[in-house]
């Protein structure tokens, strides 16, 4: 979906010949929360909804139906709901009213929706895990997306891959038991009661509940948890990086942000997302924003606030779709956020990112597959590698190719040029157009679009030894090894059938790496076949050059287990 606002510098003709293209649905209604109870009970109509023949309409699961109908109509109407929806995280389910066109669906101009749903209200982080996707209630507040939550009914038009996901809004939001209610792209309330209304579409990211907040500069701070002079200095340092992208993007930002901290209801997760004007930190201590002026991790934590005000132009201003679409979004978002680590933050911090980055790409399992040649999302094999690390490292050597300024151009076509897919072909001409010279495209694709050899080719663009060769020879070198075993269970550790820890103690040989894995093998077949927990065992061989090392692993390892009356501890020997 082409999203182009009307910006200030936007000549208004192109503007509106980009608008004209695309339906912004309206949303308007009630939704009344309780955060003690975990309960959401909405109320909506969704109206402008655009002439589409095959579609879905995405819901949460959670969410209970009470009836689909047509405001202007009498009756309620049949729905079913389809497996099919096969971009769905899990977290919505695909609804579609059925009718009597080619595709068996109705799609009125307009549709109301009553829907009720309740969810766990998790304060003592009892949950395994949290995540964007997860309408959160963490006994203080409620914290949701709008995209993947889909709390909202989002409609998807499947043959142009095209969610409907930002609308403009009329919505009153009652809580009786909130302090302060925020609907993304409103100015957050203190109220039990708030009536939000824009006609810019957003994406409705929602946060209320007890919390305090803080406006400097027109920016609003939701749960801070920095003191009042570090949110002054925090939001004249992203000024800066706003400034920065605005400069060279030439697309100013629309409204000011809006920065929520809160916690997450599992422990040990801590993630950033962004869904402009939002930008959203979820993590405890750490993880918080505070860390931005942390003395020894503040560097390293500056960047990732950088990836999400990217995600302004890769995200909020445009989306992308097709197989390419969720590389090309965090892919760039986290490239401007390496052209900031390197300009505003630290130069050094920024060799050492790249440096580490290119290291990460010997996890993949094979080598990827190059961008000409993924025909779907499986391609990534591990997403996390190929969109955070592999896409990035490429961007950033295609600019050492090309030129600063140039590769801005790119991005700016990339941003601005009109196309139902965002898909390779895209990518190739959005580039062919900015570089305007057949045989440099030709080798920038050979390069770092097509070849088998993308890795050893962005290495050495940007000059950093491709270590596959030098991992190998270390791994053959004869050492001193000092090294022990361990067997846990591999699920449900502690319960009454996988309750068996079994370990050896330090050992010590001299010998390659290589030697050592081989000796190790009917170890590990004899480990296996004495596994005495049910849903199977683990088996670790940890490795340490000292003693001094072996012996803090070894304390470091056991101690969850050791005097646990919910575990049997044997030692074996070799
Ligand atoms: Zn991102």
């Not at 608008?19 to 309206?26: N, W």
């Not at 959670?62 to 202007?72: E, V």
């Not at 009597?100 to 929706?113: E, G, H, S, T, V």
């Not at 079994?502 to 390659?512: F, N, R, S, V």
């Amino acid at each position: 979906m082409i999203k182009f606002r009307v910006t200030f510098f936007a000549v208004i003709l192109f503007s509106l010949h980009l608008q004209a293209q695309d339906t912004i649905p309206g949303l308007k209604g009630k939704v009344n929360i309780s955060i003690a109870k975990g309960t959401m009970e909405c109320n909506f109509i969704l109206s402008n909804i655009p002439r589409i023949n095959d579609y879905y309409i995405r819901l949460n699961s959670g969410m209970n139906i009470r009836y689909i109908k047509n405001p202007y109509g009498l009756n309620s109407l049949h729905y079913e709901k389809s497996l099919e929806d096969t971009l769905s995280t899990g977290e919505a389910t695909a609804y579609y009213l059925k009718g009597y066109n080619a595709f068996r669906k109705f799609l009125p101009k307009a549709i109301q929706f009553s829907y009720v749903g309740m969810y766990p209200v998790i304060a003592d982080t009892v949950s395994a895990d949290d995540w964007k996707g997860n309408i959160a209630f963490n006994g203080n507040t409620i914290r949701t997306d709008g995209s993947q939550t889909a709390w909202y009914p989002i409609l998807y038009d499947i043959k142009k891959d095209l969610k409907y996901d930002k609308v403009a809004y009329d919505i009153e939001v009652n809580c009786e038991d909130c302090k302060t209610i925020y609907l993304n792209g409103s100015v957050p309330v203190e109220s039990k009661h708030a009536n939000f209304k824009s006609d810019l579409p957003q994406e409705l990211t929602m946060f209320a509940g007890n919390y305090k907040m803080i406006a400097i500069n027109g920016n609003y701070f939701l749960n801070p948890d920095m003191d009042d002079d570090q949110i002054k200095e925090f939001e004249a340092i992203i000024h800066t990086y706003k400034s920065y992208f605005e400069k060279n993007l030439i697309i100013p930002y629309k409204g000011n942000a809006v920065y929520i901290q809160t916690t997450p209801v599992a422990k040990n997760v801590s993630w950033l997302y962004a869904s402009y004007p939002s930008i959203v930190n979820i993590g405890f201590g750490d993880a918080g924003m505070k860390t931005f002026f942390d003395k020894k991790k503040g560097d390293r934590f500056k960047p990732y606030f950088a990836h999400e005000l990217g995600h302004y132009y890769f995200g909020t201003y445009r989306d992308f779709n097709s197989e390419l679409g969720d590389m090309i979004s965090e892919g760039f978002a986290e490239y401007l956020s390496l052209t900031i680590t390197q300009k505003l933050i630290s130069d050094s911090v920024y060799k050492k990112v790249i440096e580490s980055k290119l290291q990460s790409l010997h996890n993949f399992n094979s080598p990827p597959v190059p961008f000409a040649a993924v025909k779907s999302h499986n391609d990534y094999d591990n997403r996390d590698l190929y969109v955070y690390y592999y896409a990035p490292l490429i961007f950033t050597a295609i600019e050492k190719e090309i030129g600063e300024e140039t590769m801005w151009k790119w991005l700016r076509s990339i941003l601005q040029t009109p196309a139902t897919f965002t898909n390779y072909n895209f990518l190739e001409q959005t580039l062919s157009r900015v570089l305007n010279d057949t045989a440099k495209f030709n080798l920038i694709r050979s390069k770092y679009f097509t070849a088998d050899s993308v890795i050893k080719n962005v290495s050495a663009t940007l000059g950093i030894n491709n270590t596959i060769q030098t991992a190998v020879p270390a791994a053959q070198q004869v050492v001193k090894t000092y090294y022990f075993l361990i067997s846990r269970p591999l699920l449900d550790a502690g319960s009454p059938d996988n309750r068996t820890i079994l370990h050896t103690e330090i050992l010590e040989t001299t010998c390659t790496q290589a030697e050592l894995f081989k000796k190790m093998q009917p170890v590990f077949i004899k480990m296996k076949e004495s596994c005495q927990n049910e849903e199977g065992c683990t088996r670790d061989l940890n490795m340490y050059e000292t003693l001094d090392k072996a012996k803090e692993a070894y304390q470091r390892w056991l101690k969850p287990f050791a005097g646990n009356p919910n575990f049997v501890i044997k030692t074996i020997s070799l």
